[in-house]
């Protein structure tokens, strides 16, 4: 599978942001997805992610309640929305995808090393 990443941009404190991973290949079904995102001088941590099932989602505590990902399976596009984004969310997020299994849930994926497909980045830039 190869992913593309897209939907990023400048915006002001509180906006609202939707980024998509659009996914080519077969068998996308099978696959977990992540957004990790990487501010310069800092290492790719992840944010969020959504496995087989739709409903298997995880987040990073400080994005709890504001961000949601969200995976359509015929577009085999994986989705972030990122509502009241704050200054501290700016970076570049990217998508990455691993073949996984439904009885395994992203919440064990959390990590830079489990993924083995990633798409480029997207930048977010957020104003205060």
């Known amino acids: 599978v190869q992913l593309q990443a897209s939907g990023g941009g400048l915006v002001q404190a509180g906006d609202s942001l939707r980024l998509s991973c659009a996914a080519s290949?077969?068998?996308?079904?099978?696959?977990?997805v992540a957004w990790f995102r990487q501010a310069p001088g800092k290492e790719r941590d992840f944010v969020a992610g959504?496995?087989?099932?739709?409903?298997?989602?995880h987040y990073i505590e400080s994005v709890k309640g504001r961000f949601t990902v969200s995976r359509d399976a015929a577009k085999k596009t994986i989705y972030l929305q990122m509502n009241n984004l704050k200054p501290e969310d700016s970076a570049t997020y990217y998508c990455?995808?691993?073949?996984?299994?439904?009885?395994?849930?992203?919440?064990?994926?959390?990590?830079?090393?489990?993924?083995?497909?990633w798409g480029q980045g997207t930048l977010v830039t957020v104003s205060s």
């Open positions: 990455a995808a691993k073949a996984t299994i439904l009885s395994v849930s992203i919440r064990d994926y959390t990590s830079r090393q489990e993924y083995n497909t």
């Open positions: 290949g077969s068998s996308f079904s099978r696959y977990a």
């Open positions: 959504i496995g087989r099932s739709g409903a298997d989602t």
